[in-house]
Nanobody, 124 residues
Framework: QVQLVESGGGLVQAGGSLRLSCAAS????????MGWFRQAPGKEREFVAA????????AYADSVKGRFTISRDNAKNTMALQMNWLKPEDTAVYSC?????????????????WGQGTQVTVSS
């Protein structure tokens, strides 16, 4: 079992940066692959980024490649999403997710644990 809590959302102007954090409970964080997903009003939830349990592999949605960076610190049970060059279309509720296993996946059905989400709003 793992519980996830996101923080770091907020309002930022286009071109700005935000850093989201996801704090996880439990002693087996290093055995979970992690991901970030987002959902904008009226739209389906979409994959943003994922990282393997050991942190050696990452994956990104095409829409955020080169602007967002996912990372994790297994010693501190935390994961982060550094978001640079934000655009108004990045506005959404961002949620972190965990799945038991070492490999990454971009499909939200594969993730069994979710945080409550944090709002990111990018103004033009």
């Amino acid at each position: 079992q793992v519980q996830l809590v996101e923080s770091g959302g907020g309002l930022v102007q286009a071109g700005g940066s935000l850093r989201l954090s996801c704090a996880a409970s439990g002693r087996t964080f290093s055995s979970y692959a992690m991901g970030w997903f987002r959902q904008a009003p009226g739209k389906e939830r979409e994959f943003v980024a994922a990282i393997s349990a050991g942190g050696g592999r990452t994956a990104y949605a095409d829409s955020v490649k080169g602007r967002f960076t996912i990372s994790r610190d297994n010693a501190k049970n935390t994961m982060a999403l550094q978001m640079n060059w934000l655009k108004p279309e990045d506005t959404a509720v961002y949620s972190c997710a965990a799945r038991s296993g070492f490999t990454i996946t971009t499909t939200f059905h594969d993730y069994g644990y979710w945080g409550q989400g944090t709002q990111v709003t990018v103004s033009s």
